[in-house]
């Protein structure tokens, strides 16, 4: 089963997300990650970034039954497309001297962020993919995780899609200049 990324533009209005939710829900499809904000540019629309698991077949009738929504406007199924996308995560870690320094180190190599520190706790915020959270997480829990929040995927298309094709013919023309 594969990991899929779908970004659903919709109307921005009540039970919009309940009715994507449901439709999920009804035929037994998992949502693995959720973010929906409002459009910056447009406040009438908002936009969905969901992650689910399936085979081709499954991803197939989730766009045919998102597509049969009114309030849907665009579906981009990031299936076949290069994307960008970000998750961030927010980490209260135990601290004392001895930890301290060794967590600092740790936010450093991450390229984290301190965000609030407490005689025996320091919050750090994370941004990245979902193997660099993975990872933090991983580091940081012999020190002792106190509580943890993380957002879901925000993903887009990357400004230019090179195919194995294309990539090849830039090598090509590369090497022979």
């Not at 450093?108 to 993975?134: M, N, Q, S």
Request: charged share 30%; hydrophobic share 45%; glycine share 6%.
């Amino acid at each position: 089963m594969r990991s899929h990324t779908i970004s659903v533009l919709v109307e921005n209005e009540f039970g919009v997300l309940a009715r994507v939710a449901g439709l999920f829900s009804s035929r037994g499809f998992n949502i693995e990650s959720l973010t929906v904000n409002e459009d910056p540019l447009d406040p009438t629309v908002s936009r969905i970034v969901l992650v689910t698991t399936g085979d081709d077949q499954i991803l197939e009738q989730i766009n045919k039954q998102l597509n049969k929504l009114v309030c849907v406007i665009k579906i981009a199924d990031f299936k076949d497309v290069e994307t960008i996308d970000r998750e961030m995560v927010i980490v209260k870690v135990s601290v004392d001297e001895r930890t301290r320094g060794e967590l600092d180190s740790i936010v450093a190599a991450f390229r984290a962020h301190v965000i609030d520190i407490g005689p025996r706790a320091i919050t750090v915020e994370l941004t990245g993919d979902a193997e660099k959270i993975k990872a933090f997480i991983a580091i940081v829990r012999p020190l002792g995780i106190k509580e943890v929040v993380r957002s879901g995927k925000v993903a887009m298309a990357r400004a230019v899609q090179l195919n194995a094709e294309n990539h090849q013919n830039r090598r090509v023309r590369e090497s022979s200049e």
